[in-house]
């Protein structure tokens, strides 16, 4: 049902209903819970519609000319030699999208190992932004209620972490700090558009000159933030400042992957245990549902000691 049909059919009950209950009636549909589950799917129609907003904004693989450079060369320091990949923003595509860009032929799951030949092989495929999938799982799962509470986003790209903390969490303050100023342009495009300014701002800069944003935050996330972005030395020096300022007691650090694993191959001397605690996370709780398991159980969850 169209709009303008669906007011009209309200418009005709309302109308129908006996005057003495009419006043029971609007003060239900003011009150009621009953229409939770229309808003909270409203919350995920506002965050595809913004997807589709930016999809238009951007190149199929959701990168800028400005970044090519610096993750095609992280990913050869990572790699030395590495597997085909294929860029993909699971924010901008869902899974059933990349299929349909599959069937177009726009897209490839494989890559062919001997040229000519019908070997092939599962190309791997990156992300740069949460999806909307994960993006539930960390409001809804992951962190508890936000009212009141200040949340950072290092680099925020897109500013998927930051909408959906709009639509999903009671978080006073939603920050997000990226060094892409095109990435900053089209985060302040949609806060403009969806009217998201009082609650989320946009800082263009390096996260290495915001230790005051830092330590005042109450939760800080952390997507994959320098991995295929900064060169190794870089990525050290960045550590080190998010180590030093995120010292309050108390806070929640999200992070993707686990700090363990980000710090690995970094030659950096952390203690771990002097600084966080980690909060084991339920990743089973969409068990009934087609979810990538996978994808949540990167999603790590800290205490600050
Ligand atoms: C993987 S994306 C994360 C996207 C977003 N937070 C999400 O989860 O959907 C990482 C972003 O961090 C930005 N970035 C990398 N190093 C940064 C730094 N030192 N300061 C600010 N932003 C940085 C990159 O430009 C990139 O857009």
């Known amino acids: 049902m169209e709009l303008a049909e669906a007011q009209g059919a309200v418009l005709a009950v309302l109308r129908a209903t006996r005057a003495a209950d009419l006043p029971r009636l609007l003060h239900w549909m003011r009150t009621s819970n009953d229409f939770d589950d229309f808003m909270l799917s409203n919350n995920d129609v506002m965050l595809r519609s913004i997807a589709e907003d930016l999809r238009k904004c951007l190149p199929i693989e959701g990168m800028l000319n ?42 490839s799951r494989n890559y062919c190992v001997a040229c000519g030949s019908h070997k092939t092989a599962p190309l791997e495929f990156i992300s740069h932004s949460f999806s909307l999938m994960e993006l539930k799982f960390l409001y809804q ?68 000159t915001q230790a005051l944003l830092l330590q005042n935050a109450d939760v800080v996330v952390m997507n994959n933030v320098f991995e295929y972005f900064l060169g190794s030395l870089e990525q050290a020096r960045a550590w080190e400042f998010i180590s030093q300022n995120v010292r309050k007691k108390g806070l929640l650090l999200v992070t993707v992957p686990s700090l363990e694993e980000s710090l690995s191959t970094l030659q950096m ?15 089973d709780v969409y068990m009934d549902k087609d979810i990538d398991r996978e994808a949540l159980q990167q999603i790590h969850l800290y205490k600050i000691v």
């Not at 009212?147 to 920050?175: I, P």
């Not at 495009?189 to 390096?206: E, G, L, N, P």
């Not at 001397?269 to 990743?283: G, K, M, N, T």
């Open 66 to 107: 400005s970044e090519h450079l610096a993750i095609q060369r992280s990913l050869f320091q990572m790699h030395q030699h590495p597997e085909p990949m294929i860029h993909v923003d699971a924010f901008l595509y869902d899974d059933d999208f990349v299929d349909s860009l599959c069937e177009e032929g726009k897209m």
């Open 141 to 208: 799962h992951v962190l508890p209620d936000l009212t009141g509470k200040a949340l950072v986003d290092v680099g925020s790209r897109l500013g998927a972490v930051l909408f959906a903390g709009c639509l999903y969490s009671s978080a006073f303050q939603l920050y997000g700090v990226e060094m892409n100023a095109d990435f900053c342009h089209l985060q302040e495009m949609m806060i403009t558009k969806y009217q998201f300014s009082d609650r989320v701002k946009v800082i263009h800069a390096d996260i290495c």
């Open 269 to 283: 001397d952390i203690q771990l245990s002097q600084w966080v605690e980690e909060v084991q996370l339920d990743y």
